[in-house]
C-alpha cells in the first residue's frame, strides 16, 4: 500500500522506530526522576542512563565512559570546535563541503580566536585528495574537522587515511558522523577518530539527542561550552533527557541488529530509483558514485529548477540539500564545492531512503518526475 505522503529525505531526519517509542515512553510518565537526584528513584534511574552508554558505545566501537549526551550532532559539534584546546596550537581545517554546523562554528571560533583556518577544497567526486591535507597541515595544527558521509551527495571519505595524516602531526580529527552511525558499521578505534559527532533522529531514533565520541586521548584538551550543574563528569552540565537517551540506545541497538539487512533492502531501492531517474535526458549523479552511502542519491535535472520540482511534487517528499540551509533558494555550498555551476546546482535534488520505502513508491515517484521534468522543459 502506498502511503498518501511518500518519503525520501531521510538524512534530514527519520520516523522513530516504533520500538523506539515504546521504549521511551515509560520514561515519560513512570520513570519520570530526575536522574541527578540523590533519592533511591533519581540513582536507579542514573544506572538506566548509565547501561545505555553500552548499547550507544556498542554500536560505535568505543568505551561508555567515552560518551557525552548532548542534545544534537550541532551542539556535539560545537562542543568540539569551541572546547578543544593544546598549548600553542592555533590552526584549524575543515573542507568546503562540511554542514554548515561545522563551518560556520569553524570559522566564527577562528575569529572570536584569533586562529588561522584552511577550508580545503575536494575534488570533482566531493572526495578529499590526501596531498592537499598533507601540504596543509602543520606542527601548529590544533583540529581538523572532516564528516565521514555528506549529508547532500553521500560520498564517503576515507577517514582512516585522513586520521594518519592528522595523527602525524600530531593535531586531532573530529569527524561529524551524523549521515553515518547507525546506518553503516562505523568503529572509532579502527577509523582512529577523536572525537565524533551523531544524532539519534538521523537514524529512527529522537529528535533532540544525541552525542560526542571523546577519545581517551583528547579528554583532558576538551573543556565544556555548558556549565552549571556538573553533570557527565563537568563536561556537559544540563539535566539529562532520559526519554531522549533511552530512545537513541534502543535506536543504536535495533541498527546494529538489522543494519546488514537494512543495507540491503534500502541500496535496491535507491539504485532501482537512479537508474530509472537517469534514463530521462538531462540528469546526472552529483558526486562520487563508487564511495557513497546506500540511501541517497543527489541528481542534477537540467533546466529544471529544483525548487520548483519539489512543490510541484507536493505529497512526494525530496530536498534540494541540507534541512538547514534548504528554505534558502542560494545554490548548495557542497554541490558548488564539486564543481557544479550556481544553475545546475539549483537544478538538483537530493533523493534519501530509508528502511519504510517500498517499491511500489519508487514507481509512483519515478513516473511523476518524469513528467513533472518533460512539463518543465516544454513550458
Not at 329 to 336: A, D, G, M, N
Request: net charge negative; aromatic share 6%.
Amino acid at each position: 500500500m502506498i502511503s498518501p505522503n511518500i518519503y525520501l529525505d531521510h538524512n534530514a531526519t527519520t520516523r522513530p522506530d516504533e520500538n523506539v517509542v515504546q521504549a521511551m515512553l515509560p520514561f515519560f510518565t513512570e520513570y519520570y526522576y530526575n536522574p541527578g537526584s540523590s533519592h533511591l528513584a533519581g540513582l536507579t534511574l542514573n544506572e538506566l542512563v548509565d547501561d545505555a552508554r553500552w548499547q550507544i558505545a556498542d554500536l560505535i566501537g568505543s568505551r561508555p565512559e567515552e560518551m557525552v549526551y548532548t542534545s544534537g550532532a550541532t551542539e556535539s559539534v560545537n562542543l568540539a570546535i569551541r572546547g578543544i584546546s593544546n598549548g600553542g596550537r592555533d590552526h584549524l581545517i575543515t573542507l568546503c563541503t562540511e554542514h554548515k554546523a561545522v563551518l560556520d562554528t569553524v570559522k566564527d571560533h577562528a575569529r572570536r580566536n584569533n586562529l588561522a583556518c584552511s577550508i580545503l577544497p575536494v575534488q570533482s567526486d566531493g572526495l578529499l585528495d590526501p596531498d592537499v591535507l598533507e601540504k596543509t597541515i602543520t606542527d601548529k595544527t590544533l583540529l581538523v574537522s572532516i564528516m565521514l558521509v555528506n549529508n547532500e551527495t553521500g560520498t564517503i571519505q576515507d577517514i582512516r587515511k585522513i586520521s594518519e595524516i592528522v595523527h602525524a602531526k600530531g593535531a586531532f580529527l573530529l569527524c561529524d558522523a551524523t549521515q553515518a552511525v547507525g546506518k553503516i558499521p562505523v568503529d572509532v578505534q579502527e577509523l582512529g577518530i577523536d572525537l565524533m559527532a551523531f544524532s539519534a533522529h538521523k537514524f529512527y531514533g529522537p529528535k533532540g539527542v544525541g552525542g560526542l565520541y571523546v577519545s581517551g586521548r583528547v579528554k583532558k584538551y576538551l573543556e565544556a561550552q555548558i556549565t552549571g550543574g556538573g553533570q557527565q563528569k563537568n563536561r556537559r552540565s544540563s539535566t539529562l533527557n532520559v526519554p531522549g537517551i533511552i530512545g537513541m540506545a534502543k535506536a543504536c541497538e535495533i541498527a546494529k541488529e538489522n543494519m546488514t539487512r537494512d543495507i540491503a533492502y534500502v541500496k535496491a531501492l535507491r539504485d532501482s530509483l537512479e537508474n530509472r531517474l537517469l534514463n530521462i535526458e538531462g540528469t546526472a549523479v552529483n558526486g562520487s558514485v563508487e564511495n557513497r552511502i546506500f540511501n541517497t542519491s543527489n541528481i542534477m535535472f537540467k533546466n529544471v529548477f529544483s525548487e520548483q520540482l519539489i512543490i510541484a511534487l507536493q505529497h512526494i517528499s525530496v530536498s534540494s540539500g541540507s534541512a538547514c540551509s534548504s528554505v534558502t533558494t542560494e545554490p548548495s555550498h557542497v554541490l558548488k564545492g564539486i564543481g557544479l555551476s550556481d544553475e545546475d546546482a539549483l537544478c538538483s535534488i537530493r533523493f534519501s531512503l530509508g528502511k519504510d520505502n517500498t517499491e511500489e513508491e519508487i514507481d509512483v515517484v519515478v513516473e511523476r518526475i518524469s513528467e513533472l521534468v518533460a512539463q518543465f522543459r516544454k513550458g
